[in-house]
């Protein structure tokens, strides 16, 4: 643990932004929001109400014709200037980010830049929605298709990328001409916040965007989702939370985009370039300290290389420097959360119970803080639940396999399908794992996905849908065919 130094004031709006306005809660509740680093409370929200989501429905209802209307290029014009804005302002979103989520710093900023990549991306989108015309086999007719904006959107995000899951959205709802009440997550509504004061700044008007911070999550997004007016829901958080509202969303027929939870293969073959795999593995466990929902939750690795890549990645673990996230040189925070710690805790220790074996790590240290020390778990059983659940913290169970149909079977033995990793040197197994494994994302000799040009999302139950590249847009459109005789 590295020492700490003084924390800094935390600077964000506290109140609910609806219709340009900055609002107390209607029935006046607020909650805490609490740095994980040191437990201590560093702002005071306003926890929106059923009738204040039922307010940002009306603003963004009210907003739509005026926000839809407006020329596509003048939309992308001021998702630009968001773009511009977000990256003057790096440092402090990122400060603020590593304050109400934890997060080491060099990993906020990665954040915070890759958060306004979805700005500059869908400025550019925005006067690509494109359309289609075409002769009707009979030729009868003309087949004319509009894309129209689908309406108000509902976007629910986590506290694992403040900003970038709520960028990811707003971007594209914008460019397509919608407009949005986002409900952050309880844990980190500070940064979402901020957003929606700088999307203010970059000239969105009021009511286009409206932010919601609730604990009162369920029923909230319950009133919104049975408000006729509300068209579609974006949500990324877990399956099972991301179920419950696919079943609400059925009593009106909302549209959803569902970005739910991962279970993602690391798989490295034995003619793998075996240091390229372990910096990958570090990228792809570590990055946001595990907290990602394409974290490598399993390293499946061929069984000549398996020692060794073990004792590599457990060096390599055990050199993080763990701590604060601002403090200068900290590679890996504190979980979010004391639950998200002992949820960790616990599946270490199941593992181990089942029979794994500890490399490196395995343990939490004493507080304050929620940290959990970078763990390697090897010869882990099949049956340990560290293998089915995601762990979401710094830990890399490792399991041994003999055959390429071996990988890929334990590969897919799993109800998610988000993103899955393939290290090998011979690129013919390697676009033919590919094809076979079924997940919506395949890092190949790669282990960073995310890319805001590139369509995200999973098969299986990790969710439906697609965000970022030119898919992204369409998710926040509809198609109107019009037959047409001339
Ligand atoms: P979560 O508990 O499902 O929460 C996500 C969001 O849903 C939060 O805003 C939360 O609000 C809200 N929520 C919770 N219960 C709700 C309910 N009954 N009705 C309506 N909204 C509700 O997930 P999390 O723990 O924040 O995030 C971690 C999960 O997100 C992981 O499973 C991870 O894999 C997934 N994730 C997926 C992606 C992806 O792109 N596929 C990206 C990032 C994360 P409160 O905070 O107020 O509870
Ligand atoms: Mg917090």
Redesign the pocket.
């Known amino acids: 643990m590295s020492t700490t130094l003084q924390p800094e004031a935390v600077s964000a709006p506290t109140q609910l932004l609806v219709g340009g306005l900055w609002v107390d809660s209607s029935d006046g509740m607020t909650f805490e929001v609490e740095d994980p680093a040191t437990g201590e409370v560093i702002a005071v929200v306003a926890d929106g109400s059923v009738e204040d989501g039922l307010a940002a429905v009306s603003a963004a209802y009210e907003a739509l014709p005026g926000w839809s209307a407006t020329p596509p290029r003048q939309r992308g014009e001021v998702l630009r200037r968001m773009f511009d804005l977000m990256t003057e302002r790096t440092e402090e979103l990122a400060r603020l980010i590593v304050r109400e989520n934890g997060k080491a710093l060099p990993d906020a900023r990665g954040e915070v830049t890759y958060a306004a990549e979805f700005f500059r991306w869908f400025a550019e989108e925005a006067v690509r929605g494109g359309g289609d015309l075409h002769t009707a086999p009979s030729g009868a007719n003309r087949i004319l298709v509009l894309r129209q904006p689908i309406g108000v959107s509902v976007l ?6 403040p900003a970038a ?1 709520a960028t990811r959205k707003i971007g594209p709802a914008l460019a397509a001409g919608c407009t949005v009440v986002l ?5 980190t509504p500070l940064t979402a916040l901020a957003l929606g004061a700088l999307l203010g700044d970059a000239g969105v008007p009021a009511g286009v965007v409206n932010v919601l911070p ?2 009162r ?2 029923p ?3 009133a919104m989702l049975h408000d006729p007016r509300v068209r579609k829901l974006s ?8 179920r ?2 696919l079943h609400q969303a059925a009593d009106c027929v909302v549209s959803c985009s569902m ?4 279970n993602a293969p690391f798989i490295v073959f034995d003619d793998a370039d075996i240091e390229a795999a372990v910096a990958g593995a570090m990228v792809a466990k570590m990055r946001n300290g595990g907290e ?3 974290a490598a939750n399993r390293f499946l690795v061929q069984r000549g290389i398996a020692a060794d890549f073990g004792r590599r990645l457990a060096e390599a673990m055990g050199a993080m420097r763990m701590g604060r996230g601002l403090d200068e040189g900290v590679q890996l925070g504190p979980l979010v959360n004391a639950a998200s710690r002992d949820k960790v805790a616990e599946l270490v220790d199941g593992a181990v119970r089942d029979g794994a074996r500890v490399v490196v790590g395995a343990g939490a240290p004493a507080g304050p803080g929620y940290f959990y020390s970078p763990t390697v778990l090897v010869d882990v059983p099949s049956s340990a639940a560290i293998l089915r659940e ?1 762990i ?1 913290g710094p830990v890399a169970p490792l399991v041994a396999f003999d055959t390429e149909q071996e990988a890929v079977e334990l590969a897919n033995d799993t109800e998610y399908g ?1 993103v899955a990793y393939v290290y090998t040197s011979d690129l013919r197994r390697g676009l033919r794992v590919s094809e076979a494994l079924e997940s919506g994302m395949v890092g190949l000799n790669r282990a960073l996905v995310s890319d805001p040009a590139a369509p ?3 098969v299986k139950q ?2 439906l849908g697609r ?1 970022g590249g030119h898919d992204g847009l369409l998710e926040f459109m509809e198609s109107k065919y019009v037959a047409v005789t001339w």
């Open positions: 629910v995000t986590p506290w694992n990328f899951m409900k952050p997550a309880s844990d609730s604990r999550s369920g909230v997004v319950g949500f990324t958080g877990s399956t099972a939370v991301g419950g509202l970005e739910l939870g991962g990602a929902c394409t995601e979401f988000l995200f999302g999973g990790s969710g965000e």
